[in-house]
């Protein structure tokens, strides 16, 4: 992963308080073996940084906040039929990547709540 959104992904952490660390974050580090909570971090990354690059090319809240709840379901819906057929191709790694893409896409609708 780039190191700058590695970097800023690292600093977002850092903002939260102790228990929302807790509570939010580390179950999904630390659970089940070190393989895992290291796949589940690499996974967060990922997540986080295809947020971060969302947020660059749509232009974060300003243009979030302006979604209803349909329109989010709907971008989803769609980015998740777009990851289908890729998986239906026999295209695994871009299936993967647009899963990224749907995941950090959920954050943005929550985020808009």
């Given amino acids: 992963m780039n190191q700058v959104l590695a970097a800023d992904l690292e ?5 939260l308080t102790p228990t929302e ?6 179950p999904y580090l630390l659970g089940g073996t070190a393989s895992v909570a290291t796949k589940r971090r690499q996974l967060l990354y990922e997540v ?3 947020r971060l690059r969302q947020d660059r090319e749509w232009g974060g809240p300003a243009h979030d906040d ?4 349909i329109d989010w379901h709907n971008v ?6 777009r990851a289908m057929l890729r998986w239906a ?4 790694a871009e299936y993967r990547r647009l899963l990224i893409n749907v995941a950090a896409l959920c954050v943005a609708a929550v ?3």
Wanted: glycine share 4%; hydrophobic share 40%; net charge negative.
């Fill in 76 to 81: 989803i819906s769609k980015h998740l039929q």
């Fill in 48 to 50: 986080a940084a295809e």
């Fill in 89 to 92: 191709e026999g295209k695994p």
């Fill in 11 to 15: 600093r977002l952490l850092s903002q």
């Fill in 21 to 26: 660390r807790t509570v939010l974050i580390e």
């Fill in 111 to 113: 985020e808009a709540i």
């Fill in 66 to 69: 302006e979604l209803a709840p």
